[in-house]
T-cell receptor, first 113, second 118 residues
Framework: DVKVTQSSRYLVKRTGEKVFLECVQDMDHENMFWYRQDPGLGLRLIYFSYDVKMKEKGDIPEGYSVSREKKERFSLILESASTNQTSMYLC????????????FGPGTRLTVT | AQTVTQSQPEMSVQEAETVTLSCTYDTSESDYYLFWYKQPPSRQMILVIRQEAYKQQNATENRFSVNFQKAAKSFSLKISDSQLGDAAMYFCAYRSLLGSGTASKLTFGTGTRLQVTL
């Protein structure tokens, strides 16, 4: 079974702090994604990576950056957390081709106070 | 850009009954994938069913089936013999087959919360 894990289920940070959200997948997937989930808005793509050190902006990249130094790990960075970044963050991974199915992690609920 | 619309924020169904969740989308492309994902409370999102746009036959997975109407750009999910474990948030999603990079992304609807009652 594909496994996507995220470093924390719940996280509380203060405004202005630098925040790291980590995601690890164990199926050698090329693609990895970071989504933000908000009620009434569904899931929105923040950043996407299709290879090590490769990244592309999604729909809402402002205030975020990412890092992919190893194939299995994709980090989301909030350089200076703000209250409007309080949200559920979901990581996903997929193969480059084939079924295009994305496999999701359990999510990190981040609260910025 | 593609958009996905789920017009039912909440639905309720009695156990053992059938329920249909609606999804419409907007695209100018002819080839694409459509998905229904399920997100149970406090649990991971999982794929329920997938439909390739070039296939006319509606996809089926056990109690889950879709009604794919390409011309109408409609992709509804039917859950038969509903069970308590079907209670979840359901998301409809679109994936383009063109290009690369963020063209590989999924475009999600806003979700439908399904309640299953005894």
């Amino acid at each position: 079974d594909v496994k996507v894990t995220q470093s924390s289920r719940y996280l509380v940070k203060r405004t202005g702090e630098k925040v790291f959200l980590e995601c690890v997948q164990d199926m050698d997937h090329e693609n990895m994604f970071w989504y933000r989930q908000d009620p009434g808005l569904g899931l929105r793509l923040i950043y996407f990576s299709y290879d090590v050190k490769m990244k592309e902006k999604g729909d809402i990249p402002e205030g975020y950056s990412v890092s992919r130094e190893k194939k299995e790990r994709f980090s989301l960075i909030l350089e200076s957390a703000s209250t409007n970044q309080t949200s559920m963050y979901l990581c996903a991974s997929s193969l480059m081709t084939s079924s295009y199915e994305q496999y999701f992690g359990p999510g990190t609920r981040l609260t910025v106070t | 850009a593609q958009t996905v619309t789920q017009s039912q924020p909440e639905m309720s169904v009695q156990e053992a009954e059938t329920v249909t969740l609606s999804c419409t989308y907007d695209t100018s492309e002819s080839d694409y994938y459509l998905f229904w994902y399920k997100q149970p409370p406090s649990r991971q999102m999982i794929l329920v069913i997938r439909q390739e746009a070039y296939k006319q036959q509606n996809a089926t997975e056990n109690r889950f089936s879709v009604n794919f109407q390409k011309a109408a750009k409609s992709f509804s999910l039917k859950i038969s013999d509903s069970q308590l474990g079907d209670a979840a948030m359901y998301f409809c999603a679109y994936r383009s087959l063109l290009g690369s990079g963020t063209a590989s992304k999924l475009t999600f609807g806003t979700g439908t919360r399904l309640q299953v009652t005894l």
